[in-house]
């Protein structure tokens, strides 16, 4: 695969190509030859100056060509494969190994993939091959190139290596540590040097896993203790993805810097702890992490939990709300006095709904405040207040002090017990509008639920204005969905007892590179709205019959959560798949 005549691509041979393949119309054309490289783009490659110039492909599919659109177009013409570089793929310890950083940047490459026997390299170059005989011949793997975009190759590049030096710099510097604060390492502990949590190579290993997951939209970053090794994990789209393997030292330096810069008691490791930090992502937007620690066999654990900041200034539609049910929910939130309850799972976007709900309703003219715990996102427009259990403040009795605060809008983390349901419900009744949390499966069990908690009947009557049930379906990929006709048994499973028309297609999941093989990009919300009406309100009794109220609530338009989802899989948002799976069977009688 030699080759003593090696070519670098030129802008004026991509353009003449470019116009015999029909890439570009006759406008663009004339507009590219014109091109002038500006200062500061001298050493760029010219696939990257062409993607800059946004023009859109001439053929009938018409996207714009985009660096990746560009490779794909060069690959098919030279016969390689196109190769979009998936971070979360590449096992980055391994491809940093097995050539060194000046000679992939000497020849502008990156290896993608390593096996036993081949080694596949991505580069931007189709007709240089010069430096694979070398390669060959060091790695003992047969090289298999593939064309990928030279910015991803550029900016891949660089954090791999730096990312690798920085992991065998800090090994290196305290090769002398004990493996872990593990129970079977115990009595090691004195003579153990401690790793240096400020050491530069620990700061910069902290700084590209921050950066790194703010760039892969992760909503958790996992940093967990095994016997040789610290794993890190990701979780994107309510799933895990494995990120990294750190030398177990390393790790535990990494866990010590992350727990000064949350300001948590470092020497204490037999105890969870919990904190917050703020961070900055690429674009300079603030984020808050939520840190919590716990104490494993293999030493500490830590999550972070990222709160995007977007979050409160998303709208109800953009959350997921259909019109209908926008309406209901804004119906019960206007009210001046009254409690609503948001119920659903851990994870499902309770919190979510009420910052938004209350960064709208909380006007200069209002006094909002919230008892939580923890206090998930600091917003400025409203008071927040945390649980402390080690002092005694409980949500009842952080309720109680809210109360003498002259609210309008109280917000109660969750009722958990039965007096922080009876100080809410006092609150409900003395003028307040209350929103709070419950974990119920359902709407209707809500009320089940807080009788269970010991609340009389006629207290939930005269104080509950509706509940909401909600959870958080993975929307989607729009690169690669793909449209199949519907399952009709599928689709009446979903949708019963309504008699909904069977739509003659619906969208399914493919799974491209941009969404890493699962189909889906990003989630939004299903949500059943149930307010209390007069015709529910008999029904609100000693003996609350659950069912009779479920059937009472949908006759008078409430939506089952899988109705909801059905909704959005006929706007070719989600599948019937990912509703099933998230959704729960709502129990019907005859």
């Given at each position: 695969m030699?080759?003593?005549?090696?070519?670098q691509?030129?802008?004026?041979?991509?353009?003449?190509?470019?116009?015999?393949?029909?890439?570009?119309?006759?406008?663009?054309y004339?507009?590219?030859l014109?091109?002038?490289r500006?200062?500061g783009?001298?050493?760029l490659h010219?696939?990257?100056?062409?993607?800059?110039q946004?023009?859109?492909?001439a053929?009938?599919?018409?996207?714009?060509?985009?660096?990746?659109?560009?490779?794909?177009?060069l690959?098919?013409?030279v016969?390689?494969?196109?190769c979009?570089?998936?971070?979360?793929?590449i096992d980055?310890?391994?491809?940093?190994?097995?050539?060194?950083?000046a000679?992939?940047?000497?020849?502008?490459?990156?290896?993608?993939?390593?096996?036993?026997d081949?080694?596949?390299?991505?580069?931007?170059?189709?007709d240089?091959?010069?430096?694979?005989?070398?390669?060959?011949?060091v790695?003992r793997?047969t090289?298999?190139?593939v064309?990928?975009?030279?910015?991803?190759?550029?900016?891949?590049r660089?954090?791999?290596?730096q990312?690798?030096?920085?992991?065998?710099?800090?090994?290196?510097d305290?090769?002398?540590?004990s493996?872990?604060q593990?129970?079977?390492?115990?009595l090691?502990?004195?003579?153990?040097?401690?790793?240096?949590a400020?050491?530069?190579?620990?700061?910069?290993?902290?700084?590209?896993?921050?950066?790194?997951?703010?760039?892969?939209?992760?909503?958790?970053?996992?940093?967990?203790?095994r016997?040789?090794?610290?794993?890190?994990r990701?979780r994107?789209?309510?799933?895990?993805?494995?990120?990294?393997?750190?030398p177990?030292?390393v790790?535990t330096a990494?866990l010590?810097?992350?727990?000064?810069?949350?300001?948590m008691?470092?020497?204490?490791k037999?105890?969870?702890?919990?904190?917050?930090l703020?961070?900055?992502?690429?674009?300079?937007?603030?984020?808050?992490?939520?840190?919590s620690?716990?104490?494993?066999?293999?030493?500490?654990?830590?999550v972070?939990r990222?709160f995007?900041?977007?979050?409160l200034v998303?709208?109800f539609?953009?959350?997921?709300?259909?019109k209908?049910?926008?309406?209901?929910?804004?119906?019960?939130?206007s009210?001046?006095?009254g409690?609503?309850?948001?119920?659903?799972?851990?994870?499902?976007?309770?919190?979510?709904?009420?910052y938004?709900?209350?960064?709208?309703?909380a006007?200069?003219?209002?006094?909002?405040?919230?008892i939580?715990?923890?206090?998930?996102?600091?917003?400025?427009?409203f008071?927040?207040?945390?649980?402390?259990p080690?002092?005694?403040?409980t949500?009842?009795?952080g309720?109680?002090a809210?109360?003498?605060?002259?609210?309008?809008?109280?917000?109660?983390?969750?009722?958990?017990?039965l007096?922080t349901?009876?100080?809410?419900?006092q609150?409900?009744?003395t003028?307040h509008?209350?929103?709070?949390?419950?974990?119920?499966?359902?709407?209707?069990?809500?009320?089940t639920?807080?009788q269970?908690?010991?609340?009389?009947?006629?207290?939930?009557r005269?104080?509950?204005?509706?509940?909401m049930?909600?959870r958080?379906?993975?929307?989607?990929?729009?690169?690669?969905k793909?449209?199949?006709?519907?399952?009709?048994a599928?689709w009446k499973?979903l949708?019963?007892?309504?008699?909904v028309k069977?739509?003659?297609q619906?969208?399914?999941?493919?799974g491209?590179?941009?969404?890493?093989?699962?189909?889906?990009?990003?989630?939004?919300?299903i949500?059943?709205?149930?307010?209390?009406?007069?015709?529910?309100?008999?029904?609100?009794?000693e003996?609350?019959?659950?069912?009779k109220?479920?059937q009472?609530?949908?006759?008078?338009g409430m939506h089952?959560?899988?109705?909801?989802?059905?909704?959005?899989?006929?706007?070719?948002?989600?599948?019937m798949?990912?509703?099933?799976?998230?959704?729960?069977?709502?129990?019907?009688s005859?």
């Amino acid at each position: 695969m030699q080759s003593s005549a090696d070519r670098q691509l030129s802008l004026t041979g991509l353009l003449e190509d470019m116009r015999r393949d029909k890439l570009l119309s006759p406008n663009d054309y004339e507009q590219a030859l014109g091109i002038r490289r500006q200062s500061g783009e001298a050493s760029l490659h010219p696939l990257t100056l062409l993607a800059r110039q946004n023009f859109h492909d001439a053929r009938p599919n018409g996207k714009t060509l985009t660096e990746d659109a560009l490779c794909e177009w060069l690959a098919g013409r030279v016969g390689m494969t196109a190769c979009q570089i998936d971070p979360l793929e590449i096992d980055v310890p391994l491809v940093t190994d097995v050539m060194s950083y000046a000679f992939a940047e000497r020849h502008r490459i990156l290896a993608v993939r390593v096996t036993s026997d081949e080694l596949v390299v991505a580069t931007a170059e189709p007709d240089v091959a010069s430096w694979v005989g070398d390669l060959e011949h060091v790695s003992r793997r047969t090289i298999r190139r593939v064309l990928a975009a030279p910015s991803s190759i550029e900016r891949y590049r660089v954090e791999f290596y730096q990312l690798a030096n920085s992991v065998s710099r800090a090994r290196g510097d305290h090769a002398g540590a004990s493996a872990v604060q593990n129970l079977e390492t115990m009595l090691e502990l004195g003579k153990a040097k401690a790793p240096d949590a400020n050491d530069e190579h620990i700061v910069n290993i902290v700084d590209w896993l921050l950066q790194y997951a703010f760039d892969q939209r992760a909503s958790d970053i996992h940093l967990e203790p095994r016997r040789e090794v610290a794993h890190v994990r990701f979780r994107i789209d309510g799933v895990l993805h494995n990120v990294y393997e750190l030398p177990a030292q390393v790790g535990t330096a990494v866990l010590a810097r992350i727990k000064s810069l949350g300001r948590m008691n470092i020497a204490e490791k037999r105890k969870p702890q919990d904190s917050r930090l703020k961070s900055k992502t690429p674009s300079g937007q603030e984020v808050e992490l939520r840190l919590s620690t716990l104490p494993t066999a293999f030493g500490e654990k830590l999550v972070m939990r990222i709160f995007d900041p977007q979050v409160l200034v998303r709208s109800f539609s953009e959350l997921g709300f259909g019109k209908e049910d926008q309406r209901r929910w804004q119906q019960m939130v206007s009210n001046n006095h009254g409690i609503v309850f948001v119920t659903g799972p851990t994870g499902s976007g309770k919190t979510t709904t009420l910052y938004s709900t209350l960064k709208q309703l909380a006007t200069t003219d209002v006094n909002v405040c919230s008892i939580e715990d923890p206090i998930e996102m600091v917003e400025a427009s409203f008071n927040q207040m945390q649980v402390h259990p080690g002092i005694d403040l409980t949500f009842a009795s952080g309720v109680r002090a809210l109360l003498r605060q002259d609210p309008d809008i109280i917000m109660v983390g969750e009722v958990r017990d039965l007096e922080t349901a009876e100080i809410a419900v006092q609150a409900a009744l003395t003028g307040h509008l209350v929103l709070s949390t419950l974990h119920t499966n359902d709407a209707p069990s809500a009320f089940t639920r807080l009788q269970e908690l010991g609340l009389p009947a006629y207290l939930i009557r005269s104080s509950v204005l509706g509940v909401m049930a909600q959870r958080l379906i993975r929307s989607l990929c729009p690169h690669c969905k793909k449209k199949q006709p519907t399952d009709e048994a599928v689709w009446k499973q979903l949708t019963a007892p309504w008699l909904v028309k069977t739509p003659e297609q619906v969208y399914t999941a493919v799974g491209c590179l941009e969404c890493r093989g699962t189909g889906y990009m990003g989630r939004m919300g299903i949500y059943e709205v149930m307010p209390m009406t007069e015709a529910l309100e008999p029904l609100v009794n000693e003996q609350t019959d659950q069912q009779k109220l479920r059937q009472a609530a949908m006759k008078e338009g409430m939506h089952s959560l899988r109705l909801s989802g059905a909704h959005k899989v006929a706007a070719g948002l989600t599948t019937m798949e990912e509703v099933m799976r998230v959704a729960p069977l709502a129990r019907h009688s005859s």
